[in-house]
């Protein structure tokens, strides 16, 4: 339950620029946790994001108050849900297409037209990303580069960069989002990896390697 604390957060160094920045992050934590099965409480997002209950409470007053929470049970409305899914398509393009993630695109619409028109996605690629989002019990910016992991290193395949045809080649050799895979090895000098995937060994060639991006797992 969200509580109405009787102080102002800007007392502890903190203003509403930070608080909106916040909210998207402890949004899609509230989602993760409720695909997972788990209901949400604030001291559990606390500790799942480290950041100090009030903090968490003071974040949540303000999704409250735009109708993106109900105030009973920390369930997302649906406002609020669609709110976690435009952040998370979001993130996608602007962090892991252009590099820079901006806050404003959030509610802005224009992220669909734009996979579209300036980066080649047909509507069903933008739903397919669109459908495993919904899906995804996780938070977005624990993607990273396939290139990353070592041999001996496990991620979850999440999306991969450059259109339908490298989707279509990697769907082909099984790697199709939400898919647990494996590093073997790694060559070296720009060499391929070679992965598990559904009990079979791919190999990749490094530069398409870079361009998929995973969850890495403990």
């Known amino acids: 339950m969200v509580v109405n604390a009787p102080w102002r957060f800007k007392i502890m160094g903190y203003d509403m620029d930070l608080v909106e920045r916040l909210m998207p992050k402890i949004l899609e934590t509230i989602y993760s946790m409720t695909l997972s099965g788990i209901q949400p409480t604030i001291d559990l997002i606390s500790k799942k994001l480290s950041i100090p209950p009030l ?13 993106l929470i109900s105030g009973d049970n920390l369930s997302l409305t649906e406002a609020g849900r669609d709110f976690v899914l435009n952040y998370r398509q979001t993130f996608i393009h602007d962090k892991l297409i252009h590099g820079k993630y901006d ?36 938070n977005v910016e624990e993607a990273e580069p ?11 395949f999440m999306y991969a960069m450059g259109g339908y045809g490298i989707l279509r080649r990697l769907s082909d050799m099984g790697l199709t989002p939400g898919i647990e895979l494996e590093v073997l090895s790694a060559g070296p000098f720009g060499g391929p990896f070679i992965l598990r995937v559904r009990g079979y060994e791919i190999v990749i060639g490094r530069g398409i390697a870079s361009r998929i991006y995973v969850k890495r797992l403990k």
């Open 146 to 156: 396939l290139t990353n992991l070592r041999p001996g290193e496990r991620g979850v």
């Open 103 to 138: 806050l404003e695109n959030i509610s802005s619409g224009v992220v669909h037209e734009h996979l579209k028109y300036s980066h080649g996605l047909d509507d069903d690629e933008i739903n397919s990303l669109k459908d495993f989002l919904s899906k995804f019990d996780g």
């Open 55 to 67: 903090f968490v409470n003071e974040v949540l007053k303000l999704a409250l108050n735009k109708g």
